[in-house]
């Protein structure tokens, strides 16, 4: 099988050297996954530039933090799984390669049918988007959300989750032409950011009716969380999130 490997610090070229490999086999309560997808995680340039948090890795080693795949084959003792079954691969096993081993209990099934591209940056974006709204975001039906980076991934992904749960959602983009992609996705309003706080809260404020935005999801930092909390109502949460 093909896989990338990490042997140095520094830009794809030199930090990742595709290589041969001989496929894997899994043994009891493993299972054999051929990849369908493996999304370049922001952590992983991170890590490939040497930039990383914490201790550096020591290479070479696998690389891709995130994945989907089909079972191909099983190991002694696995019950949850067969052949054919689409599932998320476990975080951090480098799942830029072909085939990867993945030990059943830490394996979660993914939906059969569906664009592979978007379930395999659930195991990661998934989590962070479950948990932001689950653990700090302590909104009733009704009340409105604003988040920033709206065309991103993740925040496609809340403001679906956002409509799921009631919650009304702005999502603040930095260019026009996304309104009724993003709107597909969930979010209630989108805002071009106008760049300073007055108009921004002027702009939230048409966008609500008036209402108060009752949290805040930041992922971009500087000078725009100043401007976010100016729209925030009394009481409201703010929420920083990524690399900020």
């Known amino acids: 099988m093909k ?21 894997p086999k899994p043994g009891a309560g493993e299972v054999l996954v051929a990849v369908e997808a493996a999304p370049i995680n922001g952590a992983d340039l991170m890590t490939m530039a040497g930039r990383a948090r914490g201790e550096a890795p020591s290479l070479p080693q696998a690389f891709g933090t995130e994945g989907v795949g089909r079972v191909v084959s099983t190991g002694p003792d696995v019950t949850r799984f067969r052949n054919g079954d689409r599932v998320l691969v476990p975080k951090y096993l480098g799942a830029f390669r072909e085939l990867l081993v ?22 990661t ?41 009631g919650w009304k959602s702005i999502s603040l983009v930095r260019r026009p032409g996304v309104e009724d992609e993003l709107k597909s996705y969930g979010a209630d309003q989108i805002i071009v950011d ?51």
């Open 3 to 23: 896989a990338l490997i990490h042997v140095a610090f520094g830009p794809p070229e030199t930090a990742l050297k595709l290589v041969e490999l001989p496929d």
């Open 194 to 244: 106008p760049g300073e706080g007055p108009a921004l809260v002027k702009a939230v404020t048409e966008a609500t009716g008036g209402a108060p935005v009752m949290a805040a999801l930041d992922m971009v930092g500087g000078d725009l969380t100043a401007r976010m909390m100016q729209c925030l109502g009394r009481g409201a949460s703010l929420v920083l999130y990524g690399r900020q």
């Open 102 to 123: 993945c030990r059943e209990a830490d394996t979660y099934r993914a939906p059969d049918e569906g664009d592979a591209a978007q379930f395999a940056i659930l195991s």
């Open 125 to 165: 974006m998934g989590q962070t988007a479950e948990m932001m709204l689950e653990d700090h975001v302590p909104l009733t039906r009704g009340q409105w959300l604003l988040q920033n980076g709206g065309t991103s991934s993740i925040a496609r992904l809340i403001a679906g989750l956002a409509k799921d749960r």
